[in-house]
């Protein structure tokens, strides 16, 4: 059994909080160290194939992917994320490898971090391409009632877009698209996400303050609403 887990981690990143999800739902203890991801570390470099966080170093060794790393924690620590149903297995996994289609791109993070009013209509219409999608195969599961991807406990599914859904809810509080409301199942899914403390709780104490500097950096629309002067009487 391995003895030591170290996350190498940046504070905001989406796919970190995926791996930190995992450990925390199977209680597995880490340590972590948080890098600046606009000047790495020469030690980073040479265990980060890609230069990409999260970085997972099991004892002496590092893995990389958060798909990689969920995988890995589910097949060494219980409770298992995955289904016991081998077909289940599979449809899981392909549900997560669909998550850059959704998030990334012309995805939910294109509103997220949607620059201007102007250019909302166009990334909404490519983020409901993939919510639609997203609807139909929670529709598929439910046989089961939820409230998670395969009902009622988490799942690696719910690991992987739970981060996603997360940022997109912090943008739509300024941005109020009601576009998960055009989507009746994948909004109960990411509130059932969002009231999760696995989940939600699985960021550092900063990640607010740091996820609008992030919003400020990318000269998102929602920061602009966020930094509004109130309009004169
Ligand atoms: N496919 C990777 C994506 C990880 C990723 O994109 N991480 C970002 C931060 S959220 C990163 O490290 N970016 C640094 C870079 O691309 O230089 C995974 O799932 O682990």
Redesign the pocket.
Known sequence: MPEKFHLIS?V?????Q?SVITMRAKGVEFDVTYIN?QD?PDWFLEISP?????VLKVDDVAL????A?AEYLDEMFEPRLHPADPIKRAQNRAWTDFL?TFGWGPGLNNVTYCPSKEALPEALDAARLRLSRLEDAIAKERGNDGPYFNGDTLSLVDAAYGPFLQRFSISEKVLQTGLLEEFPLVSAWSGALLANETVTGAVPPNFSEEFNRNLERRGTYAWALMTAAPAAE
Do not use: A, D, Q, Y
């Open positions: 940046s905001t990143c989406p796919w970190v995926r991801l790495k890609h230069g990409k966080v999260p990389f992917e958060s798909n790393i850059p």
